[in-house]
């Protein structure tokens, strides 16, 4: 099963992409962004309740603050699931490489 992000999160690699976004569309971001995490926990494996939880959050801090540059900290690894697929990991989540295998 190949998982592919979401028209929009596709043209997401780094914060400053989702900054240039119109505000009427991070609903769209935010429901790209959940089905690519069900997507691939539910392939691989993995826990994504918290990371579900803080979608609408994370889209949020990353749009309004000048990410990376202000910093975030999050309670549980679990919670930055979004966070590393919208800054830097999308095409390397860390279950992305297992999907690749037979």
């Known amino acids: 099963m190949e998982i592919k992000p979401g028209n929009l999160l596709k043209k997401i690699n780094y914060p400053e992409d989702l900054r240039k976004m119109q505000e009427n569309e991070l609903p769209q971001v935010c429901k790209d962004l959940r089905d ?5 926990v539910s392939v691989n ?7 579900l939880g803080v979608v609408e959050l994370t889209v ?9 540059y202000d ?3 999050w309670d549980v690894g679990h919670q930055a699931y979004g966070h590393k697929i919208l800054t830097w990991s999308k095409g390397n989540f860390p279950y992305q490489p297992r999907l690749q295998r037979h």
């Open 71 to 73: 910093q975030l900290v």
């Open 60 to 68: 949020a801090l990353h749009y309004v603050f000048n990410t990376p």
């Open 45 to 51: 494996g993995g826990h994504f309740g918290a990371s």
């Open 36 to 40: 690519f995490i069900i997507d691939i």
